[in-house]
């Protein structure tokens, strides 16, 4: 999924570059979308992972 957000970024950022506003800003809230899906994620596989059991 991180790499989506960076795809969408990298969009933006040549959408931005050649003058392309509407396509530029509309990647790059779908690239921070993403981003915050990843983080979200991220956070709770850390969470449940630490809840493994000890023998």
């Known amino acids: 999924m991180l790499y989506y957000a ?3 970024l990298v ?4 959408a931005g570059v050649l003058g392309f506003t509407g396509i ?3 990647a790059a809230s779908i690239a921070k979308i ?5 983080l979200v994620l991220f956070v709770i596989s850390l969470l449940l992972g630490r809840r493994a059991p000890s023998p």
């Open 11 to 14: 969009i933006a950022l040549i």
């Open 6 to 8: 960076v795809v969408f």
């Open 34 to 38: 993403l981003f915050f899906v990843f």
């Open 24 to 26: 530029a800003g509309t």
